[in-house]
T-cell receptor, first 111, second 114 residues
Framework: LAKTTQPISMDSYEGQEVNITCSHNNIATNDYITWYQQFPSQGPRFIIQGYKTKVTNEVASLFIPADRKSSTLSLPRVSLSDTAVYYCLVVGNSGYSTLTFGKGTMLLVSP | GAVVSQHPSWVICKSGTSVKIECRSLDFQATTMFWYRQFPKQSLMLMATSNEGSKATYEQGVEKDKFLINHASLTLSTLTVTSAHPEDSSFYIC??????????FGQGTRLTVV
């Protein structure tokens, strides 16, 4: 199972773009990269998922280089409500056998 | 997105009693469900993985006789904390997957054992 490494914390200001990078050196061929957001005392919320290159949805973009050993979650123009913990997970596409979280990145957005 | 409902949202129980937490997938069938506990300012710790109709697979260090997991249908899994003690106080979260690479989380249950 690919282990992930992320920065423990990041600080930003409202309106800025935030990029959070995750390392997953042991990612397997059939693994996908998924990012979740968690607010205090709530369950994680799905943000975005990708396999390679770039994926974009209404809230974020996910950049994955060709070797897939890392990925970058990009949050455009963050607001105070984006203050949360962000988790990067690597999951296989053959069905979940396990879903293990790393330590996550605490993003603090200030005015 | 798909909805996973967890009940109750919070519960207080006396030491020595048992508490049951329910996790339901409301608009999809969950082939796999996961149970986590989370202590303050820490990440989610996977406790067990369960597939409908079969016994749960517990992570190392998690007592299966203390944390009973039942995944009786494709939309319901329950976690029962038996003979609860104050050290079992935590935030418990379930997740459900319809298969493939998707997984959706419940809102969590705050358990306080007094």
């Amino acid at each position: 199972l690919a282990k992930t490494t992320q920065p423990i914390s990041m600080d930003s200001y409202e309106g800025q773009e935030v990029n959070i990078t995750c390392s997953h050196n042991n990612i397997a061929t059939n693994d996908y990269i998924t990012w979740y957001q968690q607010f205090p005392s709530q369950g994680p919320r799905f943000i975005i998922q990708g396999y390679k290159t770039k994926v974009t949805n209404e809230v974020a973009s996910l950049f994955i280089p060709a070797d897939r050993k890392s990925s970058t979650l990009s949050l455009p123009r963050v607001s105070l409500s984006d203050t949360a913990v962000y988790y990067c997970l690597v999951v296989g596409n053959s069905g979940y056998s396990t879903l293990t979280f790393g330590k996550g990145t605490m993003l603090l957005v200030s005015p | 997105g798909a909805v996973v409902s967890q009940h109750p949202s919070w519960v207080i129980c006396k030491s020595g009693t048992s508490v049951k937490i329910e996790c339901r997938s409301l608009d999809f069938q969950a082939t796999t469900m996961f149970w986590y506990r989370q202590f303050p300012k820490q990440s989610l710790m996977l406790m067990a993985t369960s597939n409908e109709g079969s016994k749960a697979t517990y992570e190392q260090g998690v007592e299966k006789d203390k944390f009973l997991i039942n995944h009786a249908s494709l939309t319901l899994s329950t976690l029962t904390v038996t003979s609860a003690h104050p050290e079992d106080s935590s935030f418990y979260i379930c997740s459900a997957s319809p298969g493939g690479t998707e997984a959706f989380f419940g809102q969590g249950t705050r358990l306080t054992v007094v």
